[in-house]
């Protein structure tokens, strides 16, 4: 199959990188002529294990291109997936959808022959319907479908969940569209992964719906953890005692200083904002957003405690920027807002990331960043685990007691167990535990 994709952001790469692997052509397209350049030279803009090896050998198979000329991609194509970007839109909490208009007018004053055009973005509930109004509008004549085909790729194991997902949802009532549809994911039915066919509105709710259960898990398993340290249990005993249950299950249930990312905070803000444009309030999720949210700055105020009530004039190290490990994404990360609070009680912040640094000097200021973790616990307060990097699961423990000024640490992924950090002098402070 020739495939277009429009975006060559986190999910358009990621996804024509891995189409082109099973033997597709692939064209990605971008407005943005660094980004293309630097791909054509062989640079990945982005951080994601094994991504520079798949595409750099898809390119040499000739099976990946890139360019900045959206016409001609879109004119030989069997199908156009847009991947733009939808953010918050600023105001309303909205998803802004301009780049996937913008996208679809120019797609309508391209389109030669069938071709199907997918919405890969995250769009809110009827946008396929808004798409295809846009390029009837512009080409009444052009023959085409428009389908929903919503990611659920995971930052830092994102290729793997594309060769291997749990499922495809693919929303349309077209029959061609989804005879195609069928024809570019055959390599993963093949491998027994389903493909679940449904209306192009259900499909656009499932992304969102996906999104809001597992925001809602990770956010309950917060809250129990709280409850937890105020009775003197275990939260990890309790996530695993219910875990097992196959109707909870245990993924998400990992207490933490909150989600952050490019898609559970502007995705769960999305839902609600279609939910009030329906009127069919979602009190759950509204209260999900609530208690992330000041979550987040809580954990600043945690690590306060744990220094004695007082951190001005403290040095403070923070270990871990991203929101997760093995990426460099710091998109509402909570070690932003666990940063600022430290900050805003007059700490000085000693960080190190393994992969973040670069976009988080774009998102904090006053950071003393350092390229080794050790050089970053000299002379701290306290030690903050904010991020579960592997480099951070087994720290030379009694190294870094010897470097700290005071022998404190804030483990806020639970990484490490209380005894041996006591039997080392520590003071230990972690969720729930």
Known sequence: MRITMIGSGYVGLVSGACFADFGHTVVC???DERKIEALLQGSIPIFEPGLDTLVANNVKAGR???TTELSPAVAE???VFIAVGTPSRRGDGHADLSYVFAASEEIARSLQGYTVIVDKSTVPVGTGDEVERIIREAAPDADFAVVSNPEFLREGAAIEDFKRPDRVVIGSEDPRALQLMRDIYRPLAIGR???VEMGRRAAELTKYAGN????????FINEIADLCEKVGANVQDVARGIGLDKRIGSKFLHAGPGYGGSCFPKDTLALLKTAQDYEAPQRIVEAVVAVNDNRKRAMGRKVIAACGGDVRDKTICVLGLTFKPNTDDM???PAIAVIQTLQDAGAKIHAHDPEGTEQAKKVLENVTYCDDPYVAMEGAAALVIVTEWDQFRALDLARARDLLDAPVLVDLRNI???ERCEELGFTYCAIGR
Do not use: E, G, N
């Open 416 to 418: 490490y167990p209380r």
């Open 212 to 219: 809001a259960f597992l925001a809602t898990k990770i956010t």
């Open 64 to 66: 990946l291109s890139f």
């Open 193 to 195: 992964s389903p493909l």
């Open 29 to 31: 397209v971008d407005k």
């Open 331 to 333: 998109r509402d990360s």
């Open 77 to 79: 194509a069997d199908a």
